[in-house]
């Protein structure tokens, strides 16, 4: 599977972004999807996730309230709604895809993602 996250870009604080994550060449109703984010302090932190039917989500508790994901099977991706963006939100952002399913304790860790996009810059700055 093949993802390619987009939306990212430049934010006054308070403000919101929609990133989006798209599979092209084949279909990811299937696969469980996260966010994950990076700095070059930090190591890659987990954002958000979505089981495959939409149905669960789980989000890291730094974001919660502020952030939704969700999923549009029919277009084959999945959003980020961020909103009340603060600067210790600018990082990379990247959505991963399972090719299992994963128990929710290991929702929040990336080696168990299998397919990778190639990150989008959220900057959130006055």
């Known amino acids: 599977v093949q993802l390619q996250a987009s939306g990212g870009g430049l934010v006054q604080p308070g403000g919101s972004l929609r990133l989006a994550c798209a599979a092209v060449g084949r279909t990811l109703r299937t696969n469980g999807v996260a966010w994950f984010r990076q700095t070059p302090e930090k190591e890659r932190e987990f954002v958000a996730a979505?089981?495959?039917?939409?149905?669960?989500?789980y989000y890291a508790d730094s974001v919660k309230g502020r952030f939704t994901i969700s999923r549009d099977n029919a277009k084959n991706a999945v959003y980020l709604q961020m909103n009340s963006l603060e600067p210790e939100d600018t990082a990379v952002y990247y959505c991963?895809?399972?090719?299992?399913?994963?128990?929710?304790?290991?929702?929040?860790?990336?080696?168990?993602?299998?397919?990778w996009g190639q990150g989008t810059l959220v900057t959130v700055s006055s």
């Open positions: 979505v089981r495959p039917s939409g149905g669960d989500r």
């Open positions: 991963a895809a399972s090719a299992s399913y994963l128990i929710t304790s290991s929702v929040r860790y990336p080696q168990h993602y299998d397919y």
